[in-house]
């Protein structure tokens, strides 16, 4: 059997498909599967407009209690209350500092983390003797309560910014990392062989093959290191913070103003899901390019 015969691919094939091997048939182009034509529910606009129903629902129904008493203005402020608090910060000046400085973190702190847990989920997912060096450790460390490490980190980095940004890099680092790694490991070895057969050997194996089969995953770690960011920040905002998010949630706390403490809430609700948002935007251009 010749090696083109045991291995029926084109390299164009190779480039162009990550997840399964692309036959070459010689009346026309490659074949693909049949794909059911686009619903409404496909339709952005629609899915927009469907995304809103729920948070529009919650308003209503958050205005009600204002009128049924459900619960105590104290309990939940009415929504005009919250957005006199956001008016107030606003004429102060305040409010756009804690906004900017705790986006400033979580991106920093993003994009170390996902930095570093692309390069180790490479290293690990493409290294057996890599794999088994490291990852006991990692994954001891995985396991640690993400406020186990804030005694250390003041300890060892004080309470500027350098020890709130490296919580978070820890937060952003294990999503990326274990989708990564997970992913690399389970890249088709029949398509990898195929490659090789055509010459593909190390960086430019990674390269066209190995990544762009994993760019879903890849993209599905971030996101979700990107969310774990935001989860993270108001942990890192508890070390000994005077500006941010998660210092205005914690000292509306301490003085009993529900009202900042739902604007806080709100506030990194809608900002996470814009970022969000904006990574999915990164997200489709890259599988369209690389997949």
């Known amino acids: ?55 529009a629902l919650i308003l209503v129904l958050w205005q009600l209690n204002s009128v049924v008493g459900v619960f105590s203005a104290v309990q939940l402020p009415p929504p005009s209350a919250v957005g ?18 705790s986006t400033q973190r979580v991106l920093i702190g993003f994009a170390l983390g996902a930095t570093l847990g692309l ?20 994954g001891a460390l995985r396991a640690v309560p993400s406020l186990a490490w804030v005694p250390l980190l003041i300890l060892w980095m004080k309470i500027g910014e350098d020890s709130k940004v490296t919580l978070i890099l ?22 990898v062989e195929a490659a090789r057969a055509f010459g ?18 890849v993209f599905s770690g971030l996101r979700l290191a990107l969310a774990q960011a935001w989860l993270f920040l108001v942990a890192a905002e508890l070390i000994a913070s005077s500006l941010g998010l998660g210092f205005l949630l914690t000292d509306s706390t301490n003085n009993g103003r ?25 997200e489709r251009w890259a599988v369209r390019r690389w997949t």
Do not use: C
């Open 258 to 282: 529900t009202d900042r403490i739902f604007l806080a809430i709100i506030l990194l609700a809608v900002i996470g899901k814009t970022t969000d948002a904006l990574l999915g935007i990164a």
């Open 119 to 138: 390069a180790l989920g490479a290293l690990l997912g493409l290294s057996r003797l890599a794999d088994a060096l490291l990852s006991p450790t990692i």
């Open 200 to 217: 593909l050997k190390g960086i430019r194996l990674l390269t066209t093959v190995q990544l762009p089969a994993v760019v879903p995953a």
């Open 170 to 191: 820890i937060g952003a680092f294990f999503p990326v990392f274990t989708t990564l790694f997970l992913a690399l490991r389970h890249v088709d070895r029949n398509l």
């Open 84 to 101: 006199t608090a956001a008016v107030e910060l606003i004429e102060r000046g305040e409010l756009w500092i804690h906004i900017a400085i």
């Open 1 to 55: 059997m010749t090696q083109e015969n045991a291995y029926p691919v084109s390299k164009e094939g190779l480039a162009a498909n990550g997840h399964t091997l692309t036959t070459v048939d010689d009346d026309g182009p490659a074949t693909q599967p049949n794909e059911p034509a686009p619903g409404l529910l496909s339709r952005r606009p629609v899915r927009l407009l469907l995304g809103l129903v729920v948070p």
